[in-house]
């Protein structure tokens, strides 16, 4: 007899056990909804109806939360409290549209996407629902009569730390997308409390602190303290004989925590539909201990509450110690086990089968961090819904999609499997099961092939035994996508090469990233959205960016030229004040402005562009007066955070720093060349940066970047690329012509002979490069012994990411930016030509892929009824 659990076993019970977690089903609520009397019905409806959306009706709405919520008069009050008011305002509209979506999608029951991501990148809220639901103007007229400005309040705003960096952005345009192209959508991430951390900088190095977002409650998030979902960890394993003899695993956790829900409704752009994406917090389950306390033992009766608690504390622990792999983990499996559970219990109200769940039910997987998703819903379909091995597996791999973002051997994410089975002993069980089953299939394919069976097999035989979280990934979804076209042909040649010739190619998809222009144009640029839509003749475009091609024919009007640069530089004259207020450094806003503002690590290549930095400095050093006349002033702008243990990356900051000590302060440089690092990059700071920028800089070592999201950000606000053929880089050349962009260094397919030359071939280092690296030495910048291992990373490390290969091609493209800028008519064109032909890399268009070909979801619209929905 086949065991439960073993390919082709067959169950001997009813597949249907509803009614252990669910509630009553929707049929039974209208059933129960219908015996109301038809007055009291016709009350609540009455009473339900939405405020109306006029100046003085949004004022006393303000004016009430200001009286009563607040409990403030209307002398005390300042922008942050005018900020609170107007939010709750806000959101009293905005939670009448989200009842109104939730009703009506639980009554239509339309097959539903779940985006798990470990980030979600939000930014400030209350503009961006403002504008999506078209009252900003009415909100901004309603708090100037009651003394207040509206951009004073919106300033007021703390950004939400669910994030760090493109990945959780590029989630965050992904629920825009999905809620204004009226798709049934939830979102599910964790709610940290003191997000990944804050950033200061102290004596030029980075400094983390807790990032205290929620010190003053979140207007944007509804409490669900209703649903609490119990997760284990630990414990053992039981084995049982069932009345029918089938063998039947029990898991028995030896810890429990609690998973409470928070919502935070999503609005889409034009249209009434607001989607959700619900944050789990970790809490215990007994959160005091009154023996312990009263027996003195006064740690011990609140430790679980600070062990179930520290498990939603902070984004990305510091891994660099056995504690922080494991809560690394613990946050995972918590994240995804809750996650899990609540979509089982929205689909268990239909009352279907379960052969029906994958088509009313996808879930993408950003990245590796929620796979254990596929792992945990295998074992609720088979140890508590009582499914065969191959019935539930069926429906596990129909129902996931895995998006890939690296082609890096170390960003692949892998756990021991001794601190696995220690945390989640029946899921390592049930990972062994599937790899065996897997790889029996291989063997059987490409018999006796040993070699291909270790590289496929989801257990790296190291020691200890790693679990491959990609490769778990891959054999449990139905489509694996990359997110630009170079990094999907990539993971096909390299890291997946294998499962492509096991699977064939139709498994594995290109989608490349998009960004939504509502945020990134709309928002963060209002006057260029401003003249865009003048030019064009409405906003149309903003749910239809290819209608951007329209600013095209406008490259010669001389007037509307004139109009896009006066724009421009009002932009920098905001990013400049911003800069003097933050680094007390002042720019001038008529010289070029050079960002790269972005996650700091080395295959990004900040270390590079300072090291140009230095290069340009000593150059501009070593000029006669009357040639630096000739010199283009140039401010370069970084910004980014560093990960806490990630050594090398913060030497890349306090070098940064260093430089711009010596060089700011320099007066035979003076404003030929300054250098700023901007603290604490968040969304925020962005949406002032990227309007501002005239170059910007996306130089990853080819071949290593996947595709990046910022890039499409500066160029779709007609800010100019300097990069390599790398990640998105080739699409938006493209897209806008190689006239507009300025592109250098080695190609993806050099980049194995280049290194394997610098390895074993002594290649000497570049000569400009070597200049600068001797100034370092010599402490022009500070200590040098503070650098060396940096220094070390081009020498002894035998310069792993190319920057001495790329360092003469890099000066040129510099030099060409220069002679570029200078011809301001020409460059202007280039900056209508950049943002006019953007069209293809909206996050709409990427969401319309991924509905249309991964995960089988239509559009539901959502109807205005006026009142709360039933």
């Given at each position: ?302 430790e679980d509450a600070t062990n179930a608690e520290k498990i939603t504390s902070v984004l990305y622990p510091n891994d660099n110690t056995m504690a922080g792999k494991e809560l690394r983990l613990k946050q995972q499996y918590f994240w995804t086990a809750a996650s899990l559970h609540d979509i089982l219990r929205r689909f268990k109200k239909s009352m279907r089968e379960w052969s029906d769940f994958p088509d009313q039910v996808a879930i993408q997987l950003n990245d590796t961090h929620p796979t254990l998703a596929i792992v945990e819903l295998q074992r609720l379909l088979v140890d508590q819904e009582m499914l065969s091995w191959d019935d539930a597996w069926d429906i596990v791999t129909k129902t996931f999609a895995f998006t890939n973002h690296t082609v890096l051997p170390e960003a692949m994410e892998k756990w021991s499997v001794p601190m696995f089975e220690y945390l989640l002993p029946r899921h390592l ?442």
């Amino acid at each position: 007899m086949a065991e439960a659990g073993a390919p082709g076993s067959t169950p001997r019970r009813p597949m249907h056990h509803r009614r252990n977690f669910t509630g009553l089903t929707i049929k039974e609520l209208d059933a129960e909804r219908a015996k109301w009397p038809k007055e009291t019905f016709e009350l609540w409806e009455r009473l339900s109806k939405k405020e109306a959306n006029d100046v003085e009706t949004i004022q006393k709405s303000i004016v009430r939360h200001v009286t009563t919520t607040l409990a403030r008069a209307a002398f005390n009050l300042d922008n942050f409290s005018a900020y609170q008011a107007v939010a709750l305002s806000t959101r009293d509209r905005l939670i009448s549209r989200w009842n109104e979506t939730q009703g009506q999608m639980s009554r239509a029951d339309p097959k539903r996407i779940y985006y798990l991501s470990l980030e979600f990148l939000l930014g400030r809220s209350m503009d961006n629902a403002l504008l999506n639901m078209g009252l900003k103007e009415t909100y901004g007229k309603s708090i100037r009569q009651l003394g207040f400005n509206m951009e004073d309040v919106i300033e007021s705003e703390v950004d939400a730390a669910l994030g760090n960096g493109g990945l959780g952005r590029l989630a965050a345009c992904y629920m825009d997308s999905l809620a204004t192209l009226d798709y049934p959508a939830w979102g599910y991430g964790l709610r940290y409390n003191y997000g990944i951390f804050q950033q200061r900088i102290i004596d030029g190095y980075q400094t983390e602190y807790p990032d205290y977002w929620l010190n003053f409650d979140n207007p944007w998030e509804l409490p669900r303290l209703d649903i609490s979902i119990t997760v284990g960890f630990g414990g053992h394993v039981q084995t049982t004989q069932d009345e029918y003899g089938q063998t039947r695993h029990n898991w028995v956790p030896g810890t429990n925590v609690q998973a409470v829900a928070y919502d935070v409704p999503v609005p889409g752009y034009d249209t009434e539909n607001c989607n959700n994406i619900r944050l789990w917090r970790s809490k215990p389950t007994k959160v005091f201990d009154l023996t312990s306390f009263n027996e003195g033992n006064y740690e011990k009766s609140v430790e679980d509450a600070t062990n179930a608690e520290k498990i939603t504390s902070v984004l990305y622990p510091n891994d660099n110690t056995m504690a922080g792999k494991e809560l690394r983990l613990k946050q995972q499996y918590f994240w995804t086990a809750a996650s899990l559970h609540d979509i089982l219990r929205r689909f268990k109200k239909s009352m279907r089968e379960w052969s029906d769940f994958p088509d009313q039910v996808a879930i993408q997987l950003n990245d590796t961090h929620p796979t254990l998703a596929i792992v945990e819903l295998q074992r609720l379909l088979v140890d508590q819904e009582m499914l065969s091995w191959d019935d539930a597996w069926d429906i596990v791999t129909k129902t996931f999609a895995f998006t890939n973002h690296t082609v890096l051997p170390e960003a692949m994410e892998k756990w021991s499997v001794p601190m696995f089975e220690y945390l989640l002993p029946r899921h390592l069980q049930i990972i062994f099961d599937i790899n065996l089953f897997f790889l029996q299939k291989v063997e059987k394919m490409f018999p006796n092939d040993r070699g291909l069976l270790n590289r496929m097999s989801i257990i790296e035989e190291a020691q200890p035994q790693q679990i491959r979280m990609a490769h778990l990934a891959v054999v449990g979804s139905h489509k694996v996508n990359g997110v630009a076209a170079l990094h999907s042909n990539l993971i096909k040649t390299t890291i997946f090469h294998d499962f492509v010739t096991y699977y064939g190619e139709d498994k594995f998809v290109n989608k490349t990233n998009g960004i939504t222009p509502r945020r990134w144009l709309h928002q963060a640029n209002p006057q260029l959205s401003a003249l865009i839509s003048q030019t064009l003749g409405g906003d149309k475009w903003l749910k239809d960016l290819s209608l951007l091609k329209g600013l095209n024919d406008k490259t010669e009007d001389a007037v509307f030229r004139q109009r896009w640069a006066e724009i421009k530089r009002a932009n920098k004259v905001r990013l400049a004040e911003l800069i003097k207020t933050r680094c007390d450094v002042e720019v001038s806003p008529d010289a070029l402005f050079d960002v790269q503002v972005k996650r700091i690590h080395e295959y990004k290549r900040q270390f590079m562009n300072i090291l140009y930095v230095i290069h340009r400095y000593r150059t501009i050093k070593s000029m006669s007066a009357a040639q630096k006349a000739s010199v283009q002033p140039r401010v370069v702008i970084f910004g980014g955070k560093a990960a806490p243990g990630y050594y090398i990356a913060k030497l890349v900051i306090k070098l940064i720093n260093s430089v711009a000590k010596v060089v700011n302060q320099d007066p035979a440089v003076g404003d030929l060349l300054k250098v700023v690092f901007v603290p604490d990059y968040n969304v925020s700071v962005a949406e002032v940066i990227v309007p501002a920028s005239d170059i910007s800089q996306h130089i990853s070592t080819a071949g290593t970047e996947a595709s990046g999201t910022s890039n499409m950000k500066f160029v779709l606000n007609g800010g100019i690329i300097i990069g390599t053929l790398d990640g998105a880089n080739i699409e938006i050349l493209e897209e806008i012509g190689e006239e507009n962009i300025f592109i250098f260094g080695c190609m993806a397919h050099e980049v194995e002979d280049l290194r394997h030359a610098q390895r074993y071939r002594g290649v000497p280092m570049d000569p400009a490069l070597q200049g600068v690296i001797s100034a370092i030495e010599r402490g022009t910048f500070e200590d040098p012994k503070i650098f060396q291992p940096l220094i070390s990373t081009l020498t002894v490390g035998k310069d792993f990411y190319l920057i001495s290969a790329d360092f003469a091609s890099y000066i040129a493209a510099n030099q060409q930016v220069d002679a570029a800028y200078k011809k301001q008519a020409d460059w202007i064109k280039k900056s209508i030509r950049c943002t006019a032909n953007m069209g293809k890399f909206s996050s709409d268009r990427s969401v319309k892929e991924y509905a249309d070909e991964i995960w089988n979801v239509k559009p539901v619209s959502v109807v205005d009824e006026g009142y709360m929905a039933k």
